[in-house]
Every structure is written in structure tokens, then in C-alpha cells.
């Protein structure tokens, strides 16, 4: 099956520095890739749509200038956490969309649990 | 607005029991609607994909069910193991890149 991998797994880092998650299809080209958030014990909530060579599309309330999105190639989306305060611990997932336009199956990563200490 | 509801929220059972767990949603216009299990602190597995034109799909010891007339999707476990305690979230996609997803039930299997 078509595999997500996420980099790093964990991450911590002090408040007011910058955090890149990187996000990989590593057998597949993934024309659309997205980004999650899930708080402890809810579900999880879209942040944002990446479509290769194009800029994102974010959802409602979340701002794009603190959360850059970045999708360079069919197999590579970054997200880079800007400026890291406490409150935007949580756990990262994006997963990846192979294109096939009969079945919109989204390929999930592992996750990336930031704190901001 | 489609939004997505999975009852029980939680659910404990004894080893071996067959279990149902629940996922409605307000609107039948959906390309799919995926099962995930998600074990504490990890991403998410993919258990089943229903397409839209599907009633249901098995993969072992699960099946999953699909009526989009009436917005409700069952996912069956039969003969519960520990193992298979974790969160289960169901989630529907809407076309348009929107996946939407339910709250999750969290299942523990009692040894």
C-alpha cells in the first residue's frame, strides 16, 4: 500500500522559534497533500490543502502566516510552525491524495508531536 | 454542513466479544467514507475504504457497512481482542479535498 512518512516524529522546542515538518510519499505521487491538528482527545481538524507548485489553501482560522505550507514537489509538503508559542503544541498529521480521481483515498503519516516549551 | 457523529464515545469489552461501532453523517453527498485506528500518540491506519457506490468491505476480522441514504456507516469487529483496543475514527470525504471527521470511539478490550 502507499506509504506517508513524517520527519521528525517528536519535536520540542522553545517558544518563539520556527519548526519544519516535513511530510514524504515515498511510493507514490501525491498531487494533493493536507495538514492536520488534533488536541488531545478530539478529532482530527484540517488546516490546510497543498497542491504541488501552488499555494495552499487554509481553513477558516488558521493563519497562514504562522503556518507555512509549502509543497515543492509531488512527493515532499512541508509545514513550517513560525514563531512556536505553548499553545501550538499538538500533534501534526498530513497525509496524501494519490490523484485517482474514483477514489480520493488519503494516505496518512505517522504524526508529529510538538511541544513548545 | 456535513458534520460527522460516532456514538459510543467510549466503549469497554470482554475479549471475544463481536462489537459494533457507529458513524452518521448529515450529508449523503460523499466520494467515500474511511474507517482509521489510531493507537495513543500515533498517526493514523487505515482499516476500510467504502466508496460511495459500496455497501461494505471486510479486511479480516472487520467489516465495515455503508447506507448513504440514511448517513450511517457500522464498523464490526468480531471476536475482540486486546490488541484491538484504540481510538476509531471514522471520516467522510465530500470531494472538493474535504475530508471531514468524526469525534472517534475508543474501544478497550478487557483481557
Known amino acids: 500500500g502507499a506509504v506517508v512518512s513524517q520527519h521528525p516524529s517528536r519535536v520540542i522546542c522553545k517558544s518563539g522559534t520556527s519548526v519544519k515538518i516535513e511530510c514524504r510519499s515515498l511510493d507514490f505521487q501525491a498531487t494533493t497533500m493536507f495538514w492536520y491538528r488534533q488536541f488531545p482527545k478530539k478529532s482530527l481538524m484540517l488546516m490546510a490543502t497543498?497542491?504541488?507548485?501552488?499555494?495552499?489553501?487554509?481553513e477558516q482560522g488558521v493563519e497562514k502566516d504562522k503556518f507555512l505550507i509549502n509543497h515543492a514537489s509531488l512527493t515532499l509538503s512541508t509545514l513550517t510552525v513560525t514563531s512556536a508559542h505553548p499553545e501550538d503544541s499538538s500533534f501534526y498529521i498530513c497525509s496524501a491524495e494519490q490523484g485517482d480521481l474514483n477514489s480520493y483515498e488519503q494516505y496518512f503519516g505517522p504524526g508529529t508531536r510538538l511541544t513548545v516549551t | 454542513k456535513q458534520e460527522v457523529t460516532q456514538i459510543p464515545a467510549a466503549l469497554s469489552v470482554p475479549e471475544g466479544e463481536n462489537l459494533v461501532l457507529n458513524c452518521s453523517f448529515t450529508d449523503s453527498a460523499i466520494y467515500n467514507l474511511q474507517w482509521f485506528r489510531q493507537d495513543p500518540g500515533k498517526g493514523l491506519t487505515s482499516l476500510l475504504l467504502?466508496?460511495?457506490?459500496?455497501r461494505e468491505q471486510t479486511s479480516g476480522r472487520l467489516n465495515a457497512s455503508l447506507d448513504k441514504s440514511s448517513g450511517r456507516s457500522t464498523l464490526y469487529i468480531a471476536a475482540s481482542q486486546p490488541g484491538d483496543s484504540a481510538t476509531y475514527l471514522c471520516a467522510v470525504n465530500t470531494g472538493g479535498f474535504k475530508t471531514i471527521f468524526g469525534a472517534g470511539t475508543r474501544l478497550f478490550v478487557k483481557a
Open positions: 467504502i466508496q460511495s457506490s459500496q
Open positions: 497543498s497542491n504541488e507548485g501552488s499555494k495552499a489553501t487554509y
